[in-house]
């Protein structure tokens, strides 16, 4: 997959298979759930300051300009190399991950 910090890899219980998601969307506090069906880790953390809302942080913070590209390396450099090995795959050993069947 190009890009894979753009993508999820996730387990669907369901199906009993994993699959690959190009977007997704994470809401650790549960806030779209109803009230009924928030798990007890969230149902703690509601908790923790007697049903009140958690202080909102007074520490002034920066947020830097957001930016996009196409890679996921903040540089990429082009060299052309003159392969002086022999051996087919130049003497590095592969082998294919079981569970996402990736070349590593």
């Excluded at 369901?14 to 009230?35: C, Q, W, Y």
């Excluded at 509601?46 to 942080?57: C, I, K, N, V």
């Excluded at 830097?64 to 082009?78: A, K, L």
Aim: charged letters at 20%; aromatic letters at 8%; a negative charge.
């Amino acid at each position: 997959i190009p890009h894979t910090t753009k993508n999820i890899i996730w387990y669907d219980p369901e199906t009993s298979r994993v699959k690959i998601a190009t977007h997704a969307r994470f809401d650790e506090g549960m806030n779209d759930l109803p009230l009924d069906s928030i798990p007890p880790n969230v149902v703690h953390l509601q908790r923790t300051q007697a049903g009140e809302a958690l202080p909102a942080d007074t520490d002034a913070i920066t947020i830097p300009p957001f930016t996009v590209g196409s890679s996921p390396f903040f540089e990429t450099i082009v060299k052309t190399l003159k392969p002086t090995c022999q051996h087919p795959q130049f003497g590095l050993s592969l082998d294919t991950d079981t569970l996402t069947n990736r070349v590593f």
